[in-house]
């Protein structure tokens, strides 16, 4: 007699607690234009690499050999964080789902979510990186570089404060969309386990 008191009660508050409803079309169309997004990310990483290699390629006479051997350095470490950026972005840029169930689409933009949240956190720390890196290159070259160092101390302090004024807010825009991708991740999870 007590268990069927038990059971009625489970089953009183199983009825009472909320689902979450997926809306199979939404998820579709998120995961598209997620798809979209990364690749006109991935086509502005690439763009921007391959930009500077033809910059440095085309100015090649006008540069110092000290300052070809600095920027070569910055191309090569941007050429690898491309390649992993590309890595990270591969569940949205390679998968193109059509018919598939509801469950495929969510347990894909959970993979690319949490990869989106490494993107970010990726984004947000090689700002810091970024601006260290363009310091030391400017040092570099005001021990290795014939510069003049009235001209080298005003490029030096230029590109300091252009490349401060360009990272600091991409530092923030970075944190806020790590955070936004953290929310996104514990929806997402939450609707796949709706049966």
């Known amino acids: 007699m007590q268990n069927n008191d038990f059971d009625k009660q489970l089953q009183q508050l199983w009825q009472q607690q909320e689902t979450v409803e997926v809306n199979a079309a939404q998820l579709k169309r998120s995961f598209k234009w997620m798809r979209i997004k990364h690749f006109g990310y991935a086509f502005l990483d ?11 390629y085309v100015m090649r006479e006008k540069f110092s050999t000290a300052f070809l051997y600095g920027i070569s350095v910055f191309i090569f470490i941007s050429i690898a964080f491309t390649l992993y950026l590309l890595y990270l972005r591969r569940y949205a840029l ?51 570089d014939d510069m003049p160092h009235d001209v080298w101390l005003r490029k030096t302090l230029m590109s300091a404060l252009i490349g401060a004024l360009i990272f600091i807010p ?26």
């Open 46 to 56: 690439i763009a921007c690499v391959l930009a500077a290699i033809v910059f440095v």
């Open 170 to 195: 991409l530092w923030f825009w970075a944190s806020w969309r790590r955070k936004k991708f953290m929310r996104m991740r514990d929806e997402l999870v939450a609707q796949q386990y709706v049966d």
């Open 94 to 144: 390679l998968n193109h789902l059509g018919n598939e169930s509801t469950q495929s689409y969510l347990a894909l933009m959970v993979k690319q979510t949490n990869n989106n949240i490494r993107i970010a956190w990726i984004t947000q720390h090689s700002c810091w990186v970024s601006w260290l890196i363009l310091v030391a290159l400017w040092l570099y070259l005001g021990v290795y």
